[in-house]
């Protein structure tokens, strides 16, 4: 299946000499008004306009065969126990895997560039001197999949929508789009706000285009099972509502032979698996059921893969590197609470996690800690704040915790012992610092209340590793306990903001920009179903993401992303997990791929095709 048009909503640049010496600059064709083939967030694109497919891809890859999977990655409402709505890109119900790969996007993003996109839709992109005006002209060929035609009109209203009644994630960024229409057939002019964000022409150019002829009569924001009309290289087939659902390649899909497609898009189906149970969906990756697995817990990868299809060499395994930068993962306080106000109990909370003897103990030591919320990158701050980095930082002083202008926030180191007696110690002191009295085995709150959290999941996956620090906890006089509910009720309550504490990760970007703001933004943290979940809302933040996303050179955004960084991490907004730069990878021996992998990612299994030679070797074709 075609990988999502770009690789997250907060997702820059490439190499300008081989630019120059290929396709110029962006900005520079721009500036004389001439119609482009790709954007990017600084001007740099590694394709020239007659480029013919990615270089991460094998342009020869046979179609064929059936990928069965589960849902790994999230999106819009996406759910991954279960699903019962076909439209994942409204706040209800629960979203079906796989959906995006059966819309188009006005332009697709190379994996081997930050932040690039190519045409898709669009042939190519006119952009006024001012850079508030896009008029994109659409490729006459463009199709539904039921042979109508896809215009100008379809793109307006799909931006417009998405705008107006769309997810959260949607609604928080559209504002700055001031309009959208078609001017003909096969223009679509998009105007944006003189405020806007650096990347907001991106986020246009990815989202998913709908047809306008389809949905009349229909509610857009409803909950549905009828698979909505599509565009792309897939449609919806066979499906059973929370079990599984397939996805049917179009054989004569319009644009198979586009240079962003060349090479993708290789299997003829792609089933998506649900099981609420990670040990029950090894043990169908084990008999076959599932054909590709990425793994995700240590436990499983360093002792279940011990069974006869391994040691017959029928199911391989890898680890591979991994350059983009890391998920930001961890338990996250919901400061809207009262309970949570202080930064000095959040910290406390964090104390009580020995990440030490969790990683040793429980992950057969194949972790680091998580510190940053730029993990794995060059904007994770290190040090004491740089000039460039005080000068966005000093307007705050005083506003913003002292700490900030010092060494970052780091997680201190435990002995390993899984109860750290200094570390507790700290912790205790800084809760009654904030307040809090002890009275026999119970921790009060400074309102006099017992302090009690709930962890919230949907997953028992995690209690291995929440146990030992809720033990701790309660050494504290803090009674903290798990609540596992099921997804529909977990979505719904996260929706909610109703919840003390819970595990979520967030995926990280090359070029961080204003969908930021989505995840630490006030205006976020104000909004039901948005990915605030901590509830940030700091001026301070909310200036520096501006900065973020008005960044107009790499530079300038990786000194932005540090002080964020910094006032993130002073803030103690979560308890940090754990990352690694690579990618466990484990799959039935019936799958090929290209010798180059794209640099910011895998490339598994979107650039994969199923071999056919090598199936009959292992009794699976």
Known sequence: MRRPTRRSVLLGSAAAAFVASRSGSVFAQLAEGVGVHGLSSFGDLKYAPDF??????????????????????????????????????????????????????????????????????????????????????????????????????????????????????????????????????????????????????????????????????????????????????????????????????????????????VGLNNFDRVRYEYFRDRTVAFEAFKSGVLNFQEEYTSRIWATGYDFPAIREGRVKKDEIPNEAPSPIQGWYFNTRRDAFKDSRIREAIGLAFDFEWTNTNIMFGSYRRLTSFFENSDMKAAGPPSSEELALLEPFRGKVPDAVFGEPYLPPVSDGSGQDRKLLRRADE??????????????????????????????????????????????????????????????????????????????????????????????????????????IADPAVDALVQRIADAKSRAELTIACRALDRVLRAGQYWVPMWWKGSNWLAYWDQFSHPRTKPRFGTGAPDTWWYDAEKAKLIGRG
């Open 52 to 261: 013919k497919h990615f270089d991460y891809v094998n342009p020869d890859a046979p179609k064929g065969g059936t990928l069965a999977i589960q849902i790994k990655q999230s999106t819009g409402n996406q759910n991954f126990d279960t699903f019962n709505t076909l439209n994942i890109f409204v706040l209800q119900g629960d979203g079906a895997a796989g959906m995006g790969s059966t819309f188009d996007s006005l332009m697709a993003a190379a994996a081997d560039e930050p932040d690039a996109l190519y045409g898709l839709v669009a042939k190519s992109v006119d952009v006024s001197a001012d850079k508030l005006t896009y008029r994109f002209l659409l490729r006459p060929e463009a199709r539904f999949h039921d042979g109508s035609r896809l215009t100008a009109r379809d793109a307006a209203f799909s931006l417009n929508i998405l705008k107006e009644k769309g997810h959260p994630i949607y609604r928080a960024v559209l504002p700055q789009m001031a309009s959208a229409e078609a001017e003909a057939e096969d223009v679509l002019r998009v105007r944006f706000s003189p405020k806007r964000s650096r990347d907001i022409h991106l986020v246009v150019s990815s989202l998913p285009i709908f047809s306008e002829r389809y949905w009349q009569g229909r509610d857009f924001e409803a909950s549905t099972l009828e698979p909505p009309l599509g565009s792309g290289a897939y449609k919806v087939g066979k499906f059973e509502q929370g079990r599984f659902i397939e996805f049917e390649r179009v054989p004569d899909y319009w644009a198979k032979d586009l240079a962003v497609n």
């Open 430 to 535: 800084l809760l009654r610092a904030a307040g809090c009295k002890r009275e026999g085995s119970v921790l009060k709150l400074p309102n006099g209340q017992p302090f009690r959290i709930e962890f919230l999941d949907f997953s028992a996956a995690l209690q291995p590793h929440t146990e030992p620090f809720q033990a701790n906890l309660k050494k504290l006089g803090i009674d903290a306990i798990s609540r596992i509910v099921d997804a529909a009720q977990y979505q719904r309550r996260l929706n909610e903001y109703d919840f003390d504490m819970t595990s979520r990760a967030l995926g990280g970007s090359p070029t961080p920009g204003d969908s930021l703001r989505i995840v630490y933004g006030s205006e976020a943290a104000r909004t039901p179903g948005s990915q605030n979940i901590a509830g």
